[in-house]
């Protein structure tokens, strides 16, 4: 199971390669099916895997190596398989190989075709590290691989001068809530000494009921999940996000990327439990934002706009189970 597991993640790494190195010199046909059969083929391992996974399989740990130790504190390169990183995995692969599929038609014109799948496998990629991460500190690198690559993505058609200003204002909003991910995780490694899920959730105890710190910590995770899945006020960046291709906004800005602030907290819901005065702000957020997008929507003439502001409205809905404590139903 270890090498199936290596297997999910490497593949489409493997694809960007060949596309980035060699895709040029290659025909489109090649392009596109070899980007697309990289990612069905990882869809096809997690498939495998789910189909063994019973509700009593224990957490699956894959330790790849150890990565540098700061202050005693061991910090390794691991991915986890549970429930949760494997629902994700099956998403991400699945809906992400029909995409891969549908663009071989739909920019079989463009003279950028090749770059085109090598984004989309590197965002791949990028999506699953941030899903299989076994710490907070993997899961920060897949966060931002998937942040450089919609900006790839947004701003594909450069020559537009509204489509280059378009992906600076996501990656810049995105860059606010990532300051406050990134604050949180160092809080987190402060407090703990530790920044593994699994002995996170071991000592979180050690954390005062609804105290100051625990307030501290899950806010700041909380910020990185507003930025990413577009919640009040960090939410005008996912409309402009529709200048990119449209199997981009399909892929990253509706079914993937923006739910990364949904896994986020789920992930850490053994933090987000010790503290009701969060969870009670992230249902009032996810509650204005619901509304705000969903009336915005109704005054939009660009359809795709529409379809952004009902994402985003969408988005607020699961921020509101999260806050109820819903965390499955979130999901």
Request: charged share 10%; aromatic share 14%.
């Amino acid at each position: 199971m270890d090498n199936l597991i290596i297997a999910i993640l490497t593949l489409p790494l493997i694809g960007f390669l060949i596309n980035g190195l060699f895709g040029k010199h290659l025909p489109k046909i090649v392009v596109g099916g070899l980007a697309t059969l990289a990612v069905f083929a990882s869809f096809v391992l997690a498939a495998s895997i789910f189909s063994d996974y019973t509700a009593d399989s224990p957490v699956k740990i894959v330790h790849l190596f150890k990565w540098f130790q700061i202050d005693g504190v061991p910090i390794n390169f691991s991915l986890q398989i549970d429930q949760l990183s494997l629902m994700m995995v099956l998403i991400i692969t699945g809906i992400g190989s029909l995409i891969h599929l549908y663009s071989i038609g739909y920019m079989s014109h463009d003279k950028g075709f090749y770059k085109f799948f090598t984004y989309l496998n590197l965002f791949v990629f990028s999506m699953l590290l941030l899903v299989m991460g076994s710490n907070y500190l993997i899961l920060f690198i897949g966060w931002e691989g998937v942040g450089v690559c919609s900006y790839l993505l947004i701003g594909f058609w450069y020559d537009n001068v509204e489509y280059g200003k378009a992906a600076r204002k996501a990656f810049i909003m995105n860059r606010i809530g990532d300051l406050g991910l990134l604050i949180g995780i160092f809080a987190i490694a402060y407090q703990l000494n530790a920044i593994d899920y699994l002995t996170v959730a071991q000592n979180a105890s050690k954390f005062e009921y609804n105290g100051g710190v625990i307030l501290f910590i899950t806010v700041s995770l909380f910020i990185g999940a507003m930025g990413k899945s577009a919640q009040i006020p960090l939410f005008t960046w996912l409309p402009d996000a529709m200048a990119g291709p449209t199997p981009v906004s399909a892929l990253i800005h509706a079914a993937t990327m923006v739910t990364a602030g949904i896994y986020l907290v789920v992930r850490s819901n053994f933090l987000y439990t010790l503290a009701p005065s969060t969870m009670e702000f992230i249902m009032y957020i996810g509650l204005v934002t619901s509304l705000v997008a969903s009336f915005i929507a109704l005054r939009q003439n660009d359809i795709k706009k529409v379809l952004a502001y009902s994402t985003v409205s969408q988005l607020g809905f699961m921020f509101i189970a999260l806050g109820a404590g819903s965390y499955t139903t979130a999901m």
